[in-house]
């Protein structure tokens, strides 16, 4: 069974984003624009269940490292264990 997070879509302020950390585990988003993941919630191990993060309409984000604001679906939110390899989306060439 997955635990559900619920998150407001605030139109006017960005959810709040933490420093993401090398080979812990990282709850975020890739960034649209620059393609680096930003963290939301940094946590020492995966979750022993599966997290749905759920919301109420598109919710504001703003990348640390380019500063791009963008709106986005709550269901996109991922989580990883962050390393040199995927903190940056790979660019599927066509």
Not at 11 to 18: E, G, H, L, R
Not at 24 to 40: M, Q, R, V
Not at 48 to 53: D, N, R, S, V
Request: with cysteine.
């Amino acid at each position: 069974m997955a635990v559900h997070i619920n998150i407001a879509a605030n139109q006017d302020k960005p959810c709040s984003t933490v420093k993401r950390r090398h080979g812990k585990t990282n709850i975020g988003l890739y960034c649209d624009h620059c393609s680096e993941f930003f963290a939301l919630a940094v946590i020492d191990r995966p979750p022993p269940e599966p997290i749905e993060h759920v919301s109420n309409g598109l919710v504001l984000f703003e990348c640390p490292m380019c500063d791009q604001r963008q709106k986005r679906d709550a269901s996109e939110i991922v989580q990883i264990v962050l390393t040199d390899k995927n903190k940056r989306k790979l660019q599927i060439l066509h």
